[in-house]
């Protein structure tokens, strides 16, 4: 599991699932002997930027990404972890699009979401993704980022046909 995401959880937990915000998630992460509060604040920072934490006003929210993380016991970031920050991966392109859906206005959770994107995907015969990204659309998630990176991904097989 994704170093990041963990930390996530973790924090998340320490909030009681409840919003906060950056500077007591900071103080969370300090408190734990995890980082020091430059360091603290970079990790959140991390977080936010891999849409495992979302603004919500002026506090930050998890993504129904984190409950599905599982922490080790005993767990503790790695030596060296802050200095890999720069180089965080966000989480996959299906889970933040899932995540973005979960999210919208009408409040469906991700396990209904999850499973109408399974249906769209049987019935119109699109990738995972593709199905996803149209699921999170009718709950009117209109994210020009996950479009274009999804975009991105596809690939052509075709041979150029020009004659």
Do not use: C
Not at 13 to 21: I, L, N, S
Not at 86 to 92: H, I, L, M, N, S
């Amino acid at each position: 599991m994704d170093e990041l995401a963990i930390i996530g959880a973790y924090l998340w937990d320490q909030m009681g699932k409840h919003p906060a915000t950056a500077q007591a998630m900071e103080q969370a992460l300090i408190d734990a002997h995890w980082f020091k509060p430059s360091e603290a604040k970079a990790v959140v920072a991390a977080l936010i930027s891999s849409e495992f934490l979302f603004r919500e006003g002026e506090n930050l929210t998890g993504s129904s990404i984190l409950s599905g993380v599982e922490i080790p016991r005993g767990f503790h970031p790695s030596p060296g972890f802050t200095e890999d920050l720069g180089k965080a991966r966000q989480p996959p392109l299906l889970d933040r699009i899932l995540s973005a859906a979960a999210q919208s206005g009408d409040k469906a959770s991700i396990e209904e979401i999850a499973a109408e994107t399974k249906r769209t995907k049987l019935e119109l015969g699109l990738t995972l993704e593709g199905a996803a990204l149209l699921v999170a659309w009718r709950h009117g998630v209109r994210k020009a980022d996950l479009i274009a990176e999804f975009l991105s991904s596809l690939k052509t097989d075709r041979p150029n046909d020009e004659t």
